[in-house]
């Protein structure tokens, strides 16, 4: 890779927060952090590079997952979502749906990395 991929974690759980965003880095990425929808458009506003992912929960307060998906979406068309839930993908908002991959809470660090990895199309080649 040329470059350590960005990734935009906004999550109001502070422990799983702190799980994802170690993962992340242990794993090469480049985790930007945010306790909320709010502070994660604030960081996205501010930050100049590239942002590869979203990893968001739908339910935060302030500004929950699907708002933040939609406001970061129409900025930044090429990110890709990736949303953590305690709720099956069928209740997503159909539009969300289009462009987001879902992983059911509790979630395994591996099963996390394999998926960001095929999101953003850094899968290890398998033997």
């Known amino acids: 890779a040329n470059r350590e991929q960005c990734i935009l974690v906004a999550e109001d759980d502070a422990i799983l927060r702190y799980t994802l965003v170690r993962t992340l880095l242990r794993n090469g990425f480049h985790p930007l952090e945010a306790g909320d929808g709010a502070e994660a458009l604030r960081l996205a506003a501010v930050h100049s590079g590239p942002i590869d992912l979203l990893i968001t929960n739908i339910a935060m307060p302030k500004v929950g997952g699907t708002e933040l998906a939609r406001k970061l979406k129409q900025a930044r068309p090429d990110m890709r979502v990736l ?11 159909a539009d969300v749906l289009e462009y987001a991959e879902a992983l059911l809470k509790p979630v395994e660090p591996d099963e996390l990395v394999a998926q960001v990895r095929q999101l953003l199309g850094t899968a290890e080649p398998s033997a």
């Open 83 to 93: 949303i953590i839930s305690g709720f099956h993908k069928a209740v997503f908002p």
